[in-house]
């Protein structure tokens, strides 16, 4: 055997292992970021975060804490739900655990759900109909939380990560 065969033997092995390294990076989406997936979370776990975070937005926006809570939602297939006549917020998270959702999509998701409420209360001050509004207008106001859930949901996800809280 020569030397230059044993070479390619070696270059497979970094090859073999580079390509499942890499498939362990993308599985893991960058852990090094703290990324991981909301399955690793048990509801009681992810309660606290919830409340926590609950508790940062009304601040944040000057309002109280709205009531929220898990619940079955899927007959609509939603991951989460702000039903306005009762001001209430609504994950499901038996659903989202099945499926690879990440620690920083609950966030955005939590965000979302709030924007909703939060726009509910600013409406209802100014002495408007928040669902015959948010139904004529339903495209702006879930591109408005879409939005503020990236945004909002991203910088209170790295800050949570920051300091140590998730």
Do not use: Q
């Not at 055997?1 to 073999?16: E, Q, T």
């Not at 297939?77 to 690879?100: A, H, N, P, S, W």
């Amino acid at each position: 055997m020569d030397i230059s065969s044993g070479k390619y033997i070696v270059l497979g092995f970094i090859v073999i292992y580079g390509f499942y390294y890499f498939r362990w990076i993308l599985r893991n989406r960058m852990t090094f970021k703290g990324e991981t997936y909301l399955d690793e979370y048990d509801k009681t776990e992810l309660k606290k975060v919830t409340e926590s975070l609950m508790g940062d937005l009304s601040n944040m926006y000057g309002v109280k804490v709205p009531k929220w809570g898990f619940n079955d939602l899927t007959k609509n297939d939603y991951r989460g739900v702000y039903i306005g006549e009762i001001k209430t917020i609504y994950f499901d998270y038996e659903m989202l655990k099945t499926k690879e959702y990440y620690i920083s999509d609950w966030f955005s998701l939590v965000v979302h759900e709030f924007t909703h409420y939060f726009d509910h209360l600013t409406l209802e001050s100014e002495g408007k109909n928040w669902e015959r509004h948010y139904t004529d207008r339903k495209d702006f106001y879930e591109m408005r939380a879409d939005n503020n859930g990236e945004k909002v949901g991203g910088e209170l996800y790295l800050n949570y990560l920051r300091d140590g809280k998730i």
